[in-house]
């Protein structure tokens, strides 16, 4: 094996008023590793076509509400006592009641997505015969730029067992 393969898939949702195919065509592959090097790929991608198709996002809203209900009372009444005068008695009041709900109400909506696919083959060896990747090697990081910017995948790496 002579060379490093990485397939990327690349899916734009919905965002705002919809999917961007500019979030799936790549311009540039590269990968960087922890030791300085930089690695362009042997065979630079082939454009993608990106697919495009629906798809049907669902979700839970939350409907809060409170009822008020603000109720009042006037009365007048008027007693007689025991030596026959009138006393007028007036009294009044409210009572106010709050009644909280939380509705969950469904919903779907149809949504537009991109998607692409890449394979991407990178060397394994510098020009010089040297190797890219070597046991001081802990890091690569394949760098993905598109027209929407740059997307980074880091792949930490083991030692070989003995």
Avoid: C
Wanted: hydrophobic share 30%; proline share 7%.
């Amino acid at each position: 094996m002579d060379s490093l393969y990485f397939t990327v898939s690349l899916v734009s949702m919905p965002r705002g008023q919809g999917a961007w195919d500019g979030d799936v065509m790549v311009k540039k592959f590269v990968v960087t590793d922890d030791l300085g090097n930089i690695i362009q790929p042997i065979d630079p991608q082939a454009p993608a076509v990106a697919q495009r198709g629906t798809t049907t996002i669902y979700g839970t809203t939350e409907i809060n509400s409170t009822t008020t209900s603000l109720s009042s009372i006037d009365t007048i009444t008027y007693s007689t006592d025991s030596d026959g005068n009138k006393t007028k008695h007036d009294t009044s009041g409210t009572a106010t009641t709050y009644s909280y709900q939380t509705e969950y109400q469904p919903w779907s909506k149809e949504a537009p997505y991109y998607y692409a696919s890449y394979t991407v083959r990178f060397p394994l060896f510098k020009p010089d015969g040297q190797p890219y990747v070597t046991a001081q090697t802990k890091t690569l990081t394949l760098h993905i730029i598109t027209e929407a910017g740059e997307r980074i995948t880091e792949y930490k790496l083991k030692p070989p067992r003995e």
